[in-house]
C-alpha cells in the first residue's frame, strides 16, 4: 500500500487508542474523586495529559479539568483534539478504509461536537457522556474486525493500534505510581486497573488482591491481560510477520529483529517485581524501545516525503 | 389542480418550462411518483427530508467551498424529491451528447495537430491561439486510442419551449458524478420502492465502466495495470469524490507526493518499494501537473510527468489541453465542428453567444443588458459572471470596465429562464431553476453515457445560479425505461 496511505492508518489507530485510555482514565478519576479519593488532583492528572510545550493550564474543579481533557478544541491532548486528527487521518485514507469505517468515525466526530454531550460532561453526569464517547471507540473497533479486510491497511491499523496500548499503559502504571504512597497505594493501584478494564482480572487472577508486585505483573507481564505491555508488544510482533509477503527484505528483516527483541526482552526479563528502582528502569528502557520501533517503522515504510 | 393538498404552494414562473406541470395538469411521467406522495403528508416529507440531511452527516458527504467562513467542508444541499426525464427525452439527449463529444474529441485532435479546421477558415486562428488553455505542449502529442476526452460532464439546460441548449462543456475535471451515485442511494432510502415502480434506469454502472475504459488506455501489455487517480488532496472542494470514485474503483488514490517520475516512467512510493504506474485519472488541473513544464510552483503534481506521458509510459485521463475545447469563447463554433467533422446537422442546440471581442456584439449585448449574463471564458463555478437582470448601473459600469480591459476574456448569452421542477423547501413543495450534467465516457469501444447525470438546482427562489459554490444543491435524476 502507499507509504502515506499507512502512516496514516497507523497515526489514526495510535490517536484513537490514545482517546479510548484518556476517556478510561478520566471516567474513573472522576469516580474515584467522587468516592473515596477526596481532593482528587485534577491539576495533576491534566499536567500529565498535556503535552510539555502546551502552556500550563489551570484547573481547579473536575469540570474545568473534563472541559480542557475533553473538549477544548484549543487544548492538544483533548479528546476532541485527537478525534480531530483521527477522522482527518481517515478522510485522507478514506479510500482505504472501508464506508462503514468512516461513517463510524464521523459519527464519533458529531457526538464528540454535540451541545447535548457537553452539557451531560459538564451540567450533569459526566459518566454518562464519557460512557457515550468510550461506546464508540468499542464501534470503531468492531467495524475494522467486521468489515475491514485482512491486508496490510488491517496490519498497520493493528501495529499503531497496539504501540499506543504498550505507551499508555507503560505511562499510566507510572501515573499512578508517581502519586501513592505507602498508604494510598491500594487504591491507586483500584483506579490504575479499572482505567485499564483490568480490576476483576485482577481480583480473579491474583488472589491477594492489590499486591504492588501483582500489579505489576499484571500491567507488565500478564498475557493474559489485553492491556498488559507484554501482550501489546506480542500483538506487535504477530501482526508484523503479516507484512513479510509485502516488504522490502532488508527493511523487514532489520523491523523484525527489533519486534523480536522488544518483546523478548519483556517476556524474559529477571528483574525482581519487589525492587521498586528496577522495574522504573525496566519500564523506561521498555518505552525507549517501543519508540525506537515506532520510528524505524516511519523510516523504512512510511518514509515517503 | 391535482394533489392539491401538497402543491398548495406550487406557482410557476410566467415563461418557464415547468417539467412537472403542463398548464395546470400534471405531466405523465411525474403521475405516477406523485401517486405515491399521495397519501403522504407535508409531516412525511418533513421527516424524509431530515433522515435525508442525517445520512448525508453521519456519510460526510461534504463539498468544500473556497471562500466559506465557518469551515472548509458543508453538507451539500440536497433535495429529496427526484428530477424526472422520459425515455424519448433521454434518447435525445443521448444521441446529442454521443455526437458532441465525439466531434469535440476530433477537433482536439485536429488543433493539436494539422489544423484543418482552422486552415479552411471555419474557426479563426486568432481565437484558438489566443485562447490561455491552448496548450503548446501537447501539439504533435499522439494520445492513446486518440481520445482526449475520456469523461466529459456536458451541461444542458431546458428554455421556455421545452427544447434541451447545451450551457457549456466540460472536458477537463468534470465533476459530480459522486453526487450522482450518492443521491440515487439517498433516494431508495428516503422513498421505498419507487425506483422499481417508476422504471427508473440504474446508474451504478458507472464506476465500473470508467475503470474498465481506463484499463484499456494502458500502454503496458499486461492483463492487471496499475490505475491510479491523482487528486490534489483533502482541502480541494471535490475530494469528497475523489475518494468515492477511488473506493468504488478499487483504485489507489495518489498526491502527487505519492508519486515519483523515473527513467520517464512513473512510479508510486509503498510500502513494497517503487510500484509502476500505467493510468493516472488527474482531477489535477493541467497547470499543476508538472512543476518542470507547467507552473513551477505546484505542490501537487509531479516533476517530470510531462516527460513520462510524452514517453508514452503512462496514460493521462483526461488528456492535458482539453480546456481549448470547452473554453466559452470557441463554444459557439461547436455546431460547425459538427459539421465539419461529422457532416451532420447538431442534435443539441446551443445558446447564442456573443462575443465580446466583436465590438458589434459589445454594444449590442450592453445596450441590453438586463437580458444578457456575461462570463469569464475561462471561469467556473459560476464566479465572475455579471447576471444582467440582477445588477445596480454602478455594478454594470464596473464589470464593463474589466471586459474593455481584456474583451477576449469574455462572453455574454441572453438570460434563459432554465427549467424548474418541484422541490422541497421550507416545508413546501415549490419550483426551483435547475439544469442538467449527464456524464460521457470515452473509451476504445465507443462513448457511454450513464443514463441520469446530476441534476443542479438553485435553491434561492428566482435564482438561475445552480452551481453548488454559490448556494446550489442538487436532486436525484430519474431517467425512465420508457
Known sequence: MLSRVADSVFWMARYLERTDNVLRLLRTDYIASQDEILNFDWQSVTDTLSTKSETPIVVTSYREALYHLVLNKDHDASVFTNIVRVRENARSVQDYITKELWQCLNDYYHIVRDPHTEDLLLQQDPVTALDMLLRESIIFYGTVEVTMNRGDGYTFLNLGKYTERSLQSLDLLEMKWDVADEVTEPVSWKYLLYALSGFEFHTKFYKNALQTEDVIHQVLFNNQFPHSVSYSLSQIDRYFQRLKETSLTDNFKEMEFLAGKMVKDIQYTMVNRKDSVAVRELIIATRNQILNFSHKLTTLYFGYT | ?482
Open chain 2, 1 to 482: 389542480m391535482p394533489f392539491s393538498t401538497l402543491l398548495t404552494d406550487y406557482k410557476t414562473p410566467p415563461n418557464v418550462w415547468d417539467e412537472m406541470c403542463d398548464q395546470q395538469a400534471i405531466r405523465s411521467h411525474y403521475q405516477v411518483f406523485l401517486q405515491s406522495l399521495k397519501n403522504d403528508s407535508i409531516a412525511e416529507l418533513v421527516k424524509k427530508n431530515e433522515l435525508a440531511k442525517k445520512l448525508f452527516m453521519s456519510q460526510g458527504i461534504t463539498f468544500t467551498v473556497y471562500s466559506d467562513g465557518e469551515g472548509i467542508e458543508k453538507i451539500f444541499p440536497f433535495d429529496i424529491l427526484p428530477r424526472i426525464i422520459t425515455a424519448t427525452e433521454w434518447s435525445i439527449i443521448e444521441r446529442g451528447i454521443k455526437q458532441r463529444v465525439k466531434a469535440l474529441n476530433i477537433f482536439l485532435a485536429d488543433v493539436y495537430h494539422d489544423q484543418f479546421i482552422i486552415k479552411d477558415g471555419k474557426i479563426p486562428a486568432a481565437l484558438i491561439l489566443s485562447c490561455p488553455n491552448f496548450m503548446k505542449e501537447m501539439v504533435g502529442v499522439d494520445v492513446s486510442h486518440g481520445i482526449y476526452t475520456h469523461i466529459s460532464g456536458i451541461d444542458l439546460i431546458r428554455d421556455s419551449d421545452g427544447s434541451f441548449y447545451v450551457l457549456e462543456d466540460n472536458l477537463r475535471t468534470p465533476s459530480g458524478v459522486s453526487y450522482m451515485l450518492e443521491n440515487r442511494s439517498m433516494t431508495y432510502r428516503i422513498f421505498p420502492g419507487s425506483l422499481p415502480k417508476n422504471n427508473v434506469r440504474s446508474v451504478k454502472d458507472y464506476p465500473d465502466l470508467l475503470l474498465k475504459n481506463l484499463m484499456a488506455l494502458s500502454k503496458r501489455a499486461i492483463s492487471n495495470p496499475t490505475v491510479v487517480l491523482l487528486t490534489p488532496g483533502i482541502y480541494n472542494s471535490a475530494y469528497f469524490e475523489h475518494t468515492t470514485l477511488a473506493r468504488l474503483m478499487g483504485v489507489e488514490l495518489v498526491e502527487g507526493r505519492d508519486l515519483v517520475v523515473d527513467n520517464a516512467k512513473v512510479y508510486m512510493k509503498t510500502t513494497a518499494g517503487l510500484k509502476q504506474v500505467d493510468v493516472i485519472y488527474r482531477r489535477v488541473d493541467d497547470d499543476f501537473l508538472d512543476p518542470l513544464v507547467f507552473n513551477p510552483k505546484s505542490m501537487l503534481g509531479v516533476p517530470g510527468l510531462y516527460f513520462a506521458f510524452r514517453s508514452g509510459n503512462v496514460a493521462i485521463i483526461n488528456a492535458p489541453g482539453n480546456g481549448v475545447a470547452d473554453d466559452k469563447a470557441v463554444y459557439p463554433y461547436v455546431p460547425e465542428m459538427i459539421k465539419y467533422y461529422l457532416n451532420e446537422e447538431p442534435i443539441l442546440k446551443t445558446v447564442p453567444t456573443y462575443s465580446m471581442s466583436d465590438p458589434e456584439h459589445f454594444s449590442l449585448v450592453f445596450s441590453q443588458i438586463n437580458k444578457m449574463v456575461i462570463k469569464k471564458t475561462n471561469e467556473s463555478g459560476g464566479y465572475g459572471m455579471l447576471m444582467g437582470n440582477a445588477v445596480t448601473e454602478n455594478e454594470v459600469a464596473e464589470y464593463k470596465k474589466e471586459v474593455e480591459k481584456n474583451p477576449r476574456q469574455f462572453i455574454a448569452q441572453p438570460i434563459i429562464s432554465l427549467s424548474t421542477v418541484p422541490c422541497f423547501i421550507d416545508n413546501k413543495i415549490q419550483p426551483r431553476h435547475v439544469d442538467l450534467r449527464p456524464f460521457a465516457l470515452y473509451g476504445p469501444q465507443g462513448i457511454e453515457i450513464v443514463p441520469g447525470g446530476l441534476t443542479r438546482v438553485a435553491l434561492h427562489e428566482g435564482s438561475l445560479v445552480v452551481n453548488s459554490s454559490q448556494g446550489g444543491g442538487s436532486k436525484d435524476t430519474w431517467v425512465l425505461a420508457g
